[in-house]
């Protein structure tokens, strides 16, 4: 590898540790706890300020509960910066009624996620928990009707309306009978 590119790596991995950290709600002090690196190193890794050794890079792995290797080719991959609509994934669950378009796919360097849903009137989709604790979550509804419960709490939402809320355990879709739900879903 020449060195410019091995310098682009470094960057990227320094950048993808800090992606990681965020993605966990970990403090550097939780993380260096975790990995037995000293939170100084950490911060230094993180900021690019220096390159981690093997060692310590496979330590921060191990607390990630990931590979060496996976936390290279996270680091390693690129992503396109334009997702035309023809290559964005799309999930179609028909029991459920439920329609989910990919409009801006996770990506290594980039932590939130952008998703197009449709949800069939009178329908009911249940979460028993968030994919990850204290996903933040950003639901602008573009037409009709939905009802969402997050965290035991309800919500009416009616066009135009936008609910933020960071998830942390159960969570229930609901769309009445004469109108279905159409929504931009923003992960981060």
Known sequence: MREDEQALLQERIAGRLGVLR?????????????SGVSRASLARL?????????????????????????????AEAQFAPLVTR???????DA???FH???????APELRAEMLECRIEPGREITYDRAPRADLEHHLFLLAGALEMQV????????????????LAGA?????????GAHYILVLV
């Open 22 to 34: 965020a993605e966990r709600g970990w403090s550097l002090d939780e993380l260096a706890a975790r």
């Open 46 to 74: 993180e900021k690019g300020e220096t390159s981690p050794t093997t060692q310590v890079l496979a330590r921060i792995a191990a607390a990630y509960g990931l590979t060496l290797t996976r936390i290279i080719h996270l």
């Open 86 to 92: 023809a290559e964005q994934p799309v999930y179609v």
């Open 95 to 97: 029991a459920l009624g």
């Open 100 to 106: 989910r378009r990919s409009i801006s796919p996770p």
């Open 151 to 166: 965290d035991g709490v309800s919500h009416c939402l009616a066009a135009g309306d936008c609910l933020r809320f960071r």
């Open 171 to 179: 969570s229930r879709f609901r769309t009445p009978p004469e109108s």
